[in-house]
C-alpha cells in the first residue's frame, strides 16, 4: 500500500484488505482556499465487475489544478525551471488482485504520477484515466509486440537504414494483420506462415483497398 497518499488531504475508505471503496471529500476550508485561486479536483474509482483472466482491477485516480501547485511543478529541479503548460497534476492508485476460484490469493499495488496540458474543464479524473490507459493500450498493442513478438530489442543489425527499413516492415506486417482482424500478432504469425498462399493474399488483398 502506498505510504503517502496523493493528494494528501484526500483520504480514502477503505475495506479490511486495503482495498479502497469510496473517496472522503476534501475539507471546506480547503475547497474553498482552492476556489479562491481559480483551482479544481476531481476523482474517480474504476472496479472491474469481476476477474477476467484470473486477474482484478481496481484504480483510484486524482486529479489537481491548483495554479499555485502548477507554478511550482518542474521549479525545483536542477534546472530551476517550471513547465509552462502544466494545467494538472494527478495521480493513480492501481490494484491487482489475482483470483482463483472466486478467492483473492494476491494482491499488488502502485501508483503513478501524472501532469497533463489539459485544464479540468477539458478533462476530469475519469477522462485522465481513460487516457492513462489508452496509452497502455498503445504499449502493448504495438511496442510489446514489437519487442516481444518480433524480437526487434534483440536484433543485432545496426549498419545503415536497415534497422529503420526492417522496422517499418514490422509495423507494416502489424498493420496488415490488425486490419485483418487479427487480436493477437503471435498467432496469426504462426498461422500465416504455415499458410504462405493465405499470407500473399492479405497482402495482395489489402494493396486492392490502398
Not at 486495503?18 to 476534501?26: A, E, R
Not at 496540458?117 to 490507459?133: F, G, H, M, V, W
Amino acid at each position: 500500500m502506498p505510504q503517502r497518499p496523493f493528494p494528501p488531504w484526500m483520504r480514502v475508505d477503505r475495506q479490511p484488505d486495503g482495498l479502497p471503496t469510496g473517496v472522503m471529500t476534501p475539507p471546506r476550508w480547503l475547497r474553498r482556499e482552492l476556489a479562491e485561486r481559480g483551482g479544481a479536483f476531481s476523482w474517480f474509482i474504476e472496479a472491474s465487475p469481476k476477474a477476467r483472466h484470473g486477474r482484478r482491477e481496481v484504480r483510484v485516480f486524482w486529479a489537481l489544478a491548483d495554479p499555485e501547485q502548477n507554478a511550482y511543478v518542474g521549479s525545483s529541479g536542477t534546472h530551476g525551471t517550471r513547465w509552462p503548460h502544466v494545467r494538472q497534476i494527478g495521480a493513480v492508485e492501481r490494484h491487482r488482485l489475482q483470483v482463483r476460484r472466486g478467492r483473492i490469493i494476491a494482491t499488488e499495488a502502485e501508483v503513478c504520477y501524472y501532469v497533463t496540458s489539459l485544464a479540468p474543464e477539458q478533462a476530469d479524473a475519469k477522462a485522465l484515466l481513460a487516457l492513462a490507459r489508452g496509452h497502455w493500450g498503445i504499449e502493448n498493442r504495438l511496442h510489446h509486440v514489437r519487442d516481444v513478438t518480433f524480437e526487434e530489442d534483440r536484433s543485432q543489425m545496426r549498419s545503415g537504414a536497415v534497422a529503420h527499413t526492417f522496422a517499418a516492415c514490422r509495423n507494416l506486417a502489424i498493420g496488415l494483420l490488425r486490419s485483418s482482424g487479427a487480436s493477437n500478432v503471435a498467432a496469426a504469425l504462426r498461422t500465416y506462415a504455415a499458410r504462405p498462399a493465405d499470407a500473399a493474399l492479405l497482402v495482395l488483398a489489402t494493396g486492392l483497398v490502398w
